[in-house]
């Protein structure tokens, strides 16, 4: 455990850190401050307060990840209220990898933020953010990222969305067909065995997709109901199938739960779901449609640009409830990630970026040719062909929007040339969309 900063009059709160394996002994006991830290997060997202036997399995997971875990603790404590040892504010990070073409990028993944609300709105969060992203930046983590509660709280700290996911409900009752014949063969698995499959899934998924970011070990027990953050206890519901390949590979795979009779219409919750090609997908589709005793599936992180839709033979049972931004990220070190993105476009532009908290402003000279970018960093005064702040440049990085798009919506000066934006347009086009399928 290390303080980082003592309470001033300004800011009357200690800041400490510690890593998350330091928290548990071999024997798999957990310390007092990871229980107390594990019992703001939950209380944060209004969770159930955990048990012992819950809090180590939280805390294993959470070691797993090798998370970097920050904590604020008030100087004044008043009489029956939360102890001392009861931090207010919690925040963890942890390095994980986005694909970003060929190469898997190092990135900062942001988690498990919360200000007790008799502390918020007095900068907690900003100093817990703006000392863990220098911290990144400082060890050579050239990108962070995070999946936000709301959409308004990080564009400030320089992240800018970068793909959405759609919540759909999907009508499978009696008249649901595909458009073509399922290809290979789905079978139950048993649900312990979940965890694994998800973990050998998501490895190819992740090396294989525009835009994937890495999973926290959580996921292995989410996807078996084993436990999650809102239920420490075993959901025996949770149901698991796999996809099989004309060859017998696993090329996908399904957890999934009925949502009970009384249900309107009695539905099934996708609760994940990975196919390696359009086959095992559009096949994990049938499966759930030919479920008996359920008349709709609901899936609450199907892609914004869902090929299900447009295989549908009746493209009126795809109803979107809602699309929301999926993960934002943050430019920490913007040469290097430049240079590591994959290019399909062509060109030379001169970029400016500007950034509030000073970690990635700069100008900077990009030449792509043949799919790979070169940047040089140019003095910060001077001219730039197009202009815009660190977060429209995590919202441009992965072409999840357009330059022209962004320009249109006043997220660029509006004095850009339109050649600046179509040049810019052309050097970041990609021929899919950014998929992520994590949530953390
Ligand atoms: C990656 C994740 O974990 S996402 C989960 C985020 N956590 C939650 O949603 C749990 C419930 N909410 C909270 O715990 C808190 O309200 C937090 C973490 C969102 C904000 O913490 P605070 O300490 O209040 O933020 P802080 O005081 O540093 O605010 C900084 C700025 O952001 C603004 N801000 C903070 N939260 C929000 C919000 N939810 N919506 C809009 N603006 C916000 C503040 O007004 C302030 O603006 P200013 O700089 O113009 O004055």
Partial sequence: MKIISEATPDFPYQLRTWTSTESIDSAGKVDEPA????????QGFHGAEPEEQAQEKIVASIAKDQQQIYAIYPSEIRPGSLPATDPVATYSSFVGTL?????????????????????????????????????AKEQGVPMAALTASEATIYGRFGFGEANRYRSITVDTSLGFALRSAPVGTVELAPADTAGQVQAELFKSFHAATFGSISRPDHYRAMVSGEWTFDNPERDSKVRVAVHYAVDG????????????????????????????????????WQFLA??????????????????????LADSRRYKVNREVDSLWLRPLDIPVLLNARRYFGAGQIV?????????????FALTVRDGKGHTEVLSAEGPADIEMDVAALGSLYLAGVSARTLWEAGRL??????????LFDEIF??????????DF
């Fill in 351 to 363: 970029l400016k970026v500007n950034d509030r908290l000073n970690l990635a402003a700069g100008r």
């Fill in 35 to 42: 229980k107390a830290w594990n019992r703001a997060v939950i």
């Fill in 99 to 135: 694909n970003v073409g060929e190469a898997l990028l190092a990135t900062d993944m942001i988690t498990a933020v919360t200000v007790r609300p008799s502390h918020r709105r007095r900068g907690i969060l900003s100093r817990m953010i703006s000392t863990d992203l220098t911290a």
């Fill in 413 to 422: 000066d509006f004095g850009t040339e339109a050649a600046a934006v179509e």
């Fill in 429 to 438: 086009r990609t021929p899919v969309q950014p998929v992520s399928r994590t």
């Fill in 249 to 284: 590979s696993i090329d996908g795979y399904l957890s999934y739960k009925h949502l009970g009779y009384q249900s309107q219409p009695v539905t099934l919750e996708v609760i994940d779901l990975l196919a390696l090609n359009p086959q095992a997908y559009l096949a994990l």
């Fill in 290 to 311: 030919d479920v008996d005793l359920s008349s709709a599936v609901n899936w609450d992180g199907a892609p914004a640009n869902d090929p299900l839709l447009w295989a």
